[in-house]
C-alpha cells in the first residue's frame, strides 16, 4: 500500500528574513511541494488566516497534516514540530444503530468503539416514514440535527475518555445507504422513493468538510463520505466490498451478502461487480417470529434438536435465561426441526414427531420451544406455524435473489469462490443451517466466510491507504446494479423455493430429511 490518506509530515521550512520575504502560506506551500514531491497544494483560507500565528507561535518548526489522493493535496492543518497525534472517526451510518470508531491515524490503531442509538427512531423505526417527515416544513432541518447532536455527543465523549482535544480529530468516514447519508447531509430525500428514484448525488469529486454538516472536529477535517449506486445501494454496500477485498480478486469469484431490512447482493471480482437489492431481512433477522429479537443478552443464538430423543439443546448469549430468538437461532430451529422430521417441506408441523410441545390456541398451533420454567419471561417461548411460513417466504425470497443474480451473469453457484456474509447477522448464522432450509446455495462450508460489520470496517480501512481511497471510487464506478422488480424470472423461482429446502432437491444433495439415508 501506499502513502495514507491522512499523515503527518515535516518538512523544512526556512525562516523569514529581508533576504527571504516569502509570504508564509507561500513558504508552507513551497516546503511541502519539495517535501511530497507535488505541483499543487490545497490551502483552505480559514487556515491561511491562522497560519502566520501557528508558525510564529513554533519558530517555522511545525508538522504538516495533510490530506493526499491522486489528484489532491490538501494542508488540514499545522501543529508544533515535537509532534502532535491526529485521529479519524469512522461511522458505520445505520437506520437503527450507529458505530463510531476513534483510530489514532499516526499509527492506525483503533482506540476506541461506541455504539449507539440512531435518534431518528423517535420520528420513525422505518426509513420511509423518516422521508416523507422530511418532506415537511423543518422536517428535514430535524431530522439532520437530531443526528448530528447525538454524534457530536459522542464524539465529544470519545475525546473526554482519551483525554483528546476535537481540534486533533482530522477526518470522518461516514458509509450509510442512501437514504440515510442524504439525512445526515440535510439533503432532501424526497425522490428517493418515488419513481423513478432519483436520489440528489451519488458521489461526491472531493471530500466535504467535517463543519459543513456541524460535526465537532477540526474545523478542516475531512468529510468522506462513501458513494450510492442509487436509491436502493448505498455507501455502506460500498464499504462492505471494500472490506471483504473482492474487488481485488484477480480471478475467484466472490459473492457478498448484507443482510438488514434488505438482503443485498453483490457478485463480482476485481473485472466486474453486479448488484441487486431486494426485501427478504425481517424475519432472518428474527423480526417476525413471535419470540424474534435483535441479537442481544439472554437471545437464543444457536438450536440442537437430538434426532431419536426429541431433546432440544439451546445457547443463548450471555448464557442468560433465554427471553427470545435471533435470526441465526431461527434458521437453526426450523433446521432442526426438519432434519428432526418435526415439520415436513411444506414446514408444517408433524405432529406425532412434535409430542406435547404442539399446543393449539385459537386456532393457530404453537411449538414450545422454551417452557415457562426454564425461560427468562417466565413464559413459554413458542413458535407458531405463521412464524414458520414467515420465515419459508424469508428464505426463498433471499434464495431467489440469489439465483436471479447468478443466472444474470450466465453462472452457477459451484463457480464462486468466496461467499462472504455480512452485518450481525452473518457473525451467528450457521451455514449448515442455513443450507438446510435452502436459504443459501449447498456449497462446500469454508466457502463462507462471515465478515461481521463491513461497514465500520470499510469506514475504517479508508484511512489506511489512499490506495483504499481509490478503490472505493472505482468500486462505485464498475458496479452495474439490476433491479428485481421488473424481473420475470424472480417470481417463478420464488414460489419453487417456497419448500424446505427447495422443490428441486438435486440443487441441495447434502441435505437429508428425516429418515432419509
Known sequence: MTERLIRVVRPEINHPSLQDNTADTDRVVKALKKHLGVNSIDVDFSLIKELPYKLRDNSYKICACIFQTNDIVELIDVYPAEGTDIYGIAIDLGSSTIVMDLIRLNDLKNIDEVTFRNPQIEIGTDILTRIHYASKPEGLNKLQSMLIDEMNKYIQQLCDRHNISTDTIVGISVAGNTSMTHLFLGLTPQWICREPYIPVINKFERPLKAYQVGLKANKRAMLIVFPNVGSYFGGDLIAGILASGMARQNEEICMLVDVGTNAEVVLGNGDWLIACAGAA?????????NIGMMAGPGVIDRVKIDPETLEIEYHTIDDLPPVGICGSGLIDLVAQMFIAGMIDMRGKFVPERCGNRLVEKDGIMYF????AEESGTGEDLTLSQPDIDSLIRSKAAMYTILTTIINTVNLSFNDIGKFYIAGTFGSYINPQSAITIGMIPDLPLDTYVALGNTSIKGASLIFKSKDYYEEMLKIRDMITYIELNVNQEFMQLFSA?????????????SVKQYNEK
Open 281 to 289: 431481512g425481517p424475519a432472518l433477522e428474527g423480526g417476525v417470529a
Open 497 to 509: 423455493a417456497k419448500f424446505i429446502p427447495h422443490t428441486d432437491r438435486s440443487l441441495f444433495p
Open 368 to 371: 414450545i420451544v422454551v417452557p
